[in-house]
T-cell receptor, first 116, second 112 residues
Framework: GAVVSQHPSWVICKSGTSVKIECRSL??????MFWYRQFPKQSLMLMAT?????????EQGVEKDKFLINHASLTLSTLTVTSAHPEDSSFYIC????????????FGPGTRLTVL | AQSVTQPDIHITVSEGASLELRCNYS??????LFWYVQSPGQGLQLLLK??????LVQGIKGFEAEFKRSQSSFNLRKPSVHWSDAAEYFC??????????FGGGTRVLVKP
């Protein structure tokens, strides 16, 4: 149980295009999902907290107009990187907290984004 | 604000030897602490967690961790390392809003 998937697992795009990454909780409902960014050989940095049916809460320094987050259902959150540039290339990881649980979150396998 | 420090960036250990990874945290309230493992290009897998109770916590894959409030530490240990334990290990503390703050990670290399 408690499986989180991400799609795609990797994506290569041209500079200036937009890329959408999906995060799904497969066997549980998640009121809250989180989006992290991880640069090579570095730790995970929280980008935003996504709550189902409401606007995401972004961490300081994260551009909300660049990283659009939608959490339209209890099992799906999407991150759209708009007008991507090479500096947006990174490993993006989502996690999902089961509804009613405030102490645990389960992580997806990550999405490798490369912007040419 | 909460913070997590993993003092060791890299650790090399021989297969069969013991392993200890250090984690120090800073948090004003009772911490909820986690250890995760990440293989290259993969997401994070939870090894173990501490919320309350017994300060020695058993996890998966033969790992254990001990919470020491007086030292603000939550060190991870394994008595005998296997080659498959080579990975990146992250310590994390849960703050308000279920947010996790991660340490910088420790990369473990296992020598045959």
């Amino acid at each position: 149980g408690a499986v989180v998937s991400q799609h795609p697992s990797w994506v290569i795009c041209k500079s200036g295009t937009s890329v959408k990454i999906e995060c799904r909780s497969l066997d549980f409902q998640a009121t809250t999902m989180f989006w992290y960014r991880q640069f090579p050989k570095q730790s995970l940095m929280l980008m935003a907290t996504s709550n189902e049916g409401s606007k995401a809460t972004y961490e300081q320094g994260v551009e909300k107009d660049k990283f659009l987050i939608n959490h339209a259902s209890l099992t799906l959150s999407t991150l759209t990187v708009t007008s991507a540039h090479p500096e947006d290339s990174s490993f993006y990881i989502c996690s999902a907290a089961p509804s009613g649980s405030y102490n645990e979150q389960f992580f997806g396998p990550g999405t490798r984004l490369t912007v040419l | 604000a909460q913070s997590v420090t993993q003092p060791d960036i890299h650790i090399t250990v021989s297969e069969g030897a013991s392993l200890e990874l250090r984690c120090n945290y800073s948090y004003g309230a009772t911490p909820y602490l986690f250890w995760y493992v990440q293989s290259p290009g993969q997401g994070l897998q939870l090894l173990l967690k501490y919320f309350s109770g017994d300060t020695l916590v058993q996890g998966i894959k033969g790992f254990e961790a001990e919470f020491k409030r007086s030292q603000s530490s939550f060190n991870l240990r394994k008595p005998s390392v296997h080659w498959s334990d080579a990975a990146e290990y992250f310590c994390a503390v849960k703050a308000a809003g279920n947010k996790l703050t991660f340490g910088g990670g420790t990369r473990v290399l296992v020598k045959p």
